[in-house]
């Protein structure tokens, strides 16, 4: 199978997305205002840090706005060019109004795996976004979880979503260098996105990063884990 896309996320700072492109980062993610969770930085940062990295990598802003106007107001400040809504329970009318105010920029709707529903809710979804991110995220809680949790969620339901969905899935939720491999092999994902495991005191550490990457590119991945 090719390569997953590798997408670096909480990237804090112009010297951290570039230390994430040398290590062949796809795309970096940049965080918004969230309730919960790591990596959050200004909206002027996340400008900056777009505006400088090559048009080749795709930027992502993570937004958890869920009013249509909100969203696109976000979007429009941070100069991405992909959106990512954390928010698993945004309504369709968001997509309308980004695909009809900012036609260039592509939509990525994360999924928090959690059960069953969550099959339902990445089916329902697909068809009107760019690709979908599988998360293990707790919308639910007291303080919502909407990414960054560093814990993995049942692979097999990522695998199901894989299956069935009409759009690329990016597979996040406490990928590391020690189970990225296994992870693959079990969901086929199109790309890869992590945080924490390429972390150290909050900084990303460049021998992870290298580590991730290696096993990334290993030429050979177990066999594949059955449904």
């Known amino acids: 199978m090719p390569r997953p896309r590798l997408k670096v996320c909480c990237i804090a700072s112009v010297d951290e997305a570039r230390l994430a492109i040398a290590h062949g980062a796809d795309a970096i993610g940049l965080v918004g205002a969230m309730p919960s969770g790591p990596g959050p930085i200004p909206d002027e940062l996340i400008r900056e840090i777009a505006r400088a990295v090559p048009p080749t990598i795709a930027t992502f ?7 249509p106007d909100a969203v ?18 945004v ?8 695909r009809r105010e900012l036609p260039s920029v592509r939509i990525v709707q994360v999924i928090h795996v959690v059960n069953d529903s ?18 293990s995220g707790n919308p639910g809680a007291a303080v919502r979880e909407l990414g960054g949790t560093g814990r993995v969620h049942d692979w097999s339901l990522s695998r199901a979503i894989v299956e069935r969905a009409p759009a690329p899935v990016f597979l996040a939720g406490g990928l590391r260098a020690e189970n990225v491999r296994e992870a693959i092999a079990a969901v086929r994902p199109f790309g890869v996105d992590l945080c924490s495991g390429v972390r150290t005191d ?15 590119r290993s030429p050979s991945f177990p066999p594949t884990l059955p449904p």
Not at 74 to 85: D, E, K, M, P, S
């Open 72 to 89: 696109v107001e976000h979007a429009r400040i941070a100069r991405v060019n992909t959106v990512q809504l954390v928010d698993d329970e």
């Open 118 to 135: 969550s099959i339902s809710r990445a089916l329902d979804a697909a068809p009107h976004v760019d690709a979908l991110l599988l998360d």
């Open 202 to 216: 909050g900084r990303l550490d460049s021998h992870k990063l290298s580590q991730f990457v290696t096993q990334l």
């Open 91 to 98: 309504q369709p009318d968001v997509y309308v109004a980004l």
């Open 61 to 67: 802003l993570l937004t958890s706005e869920v009013d």
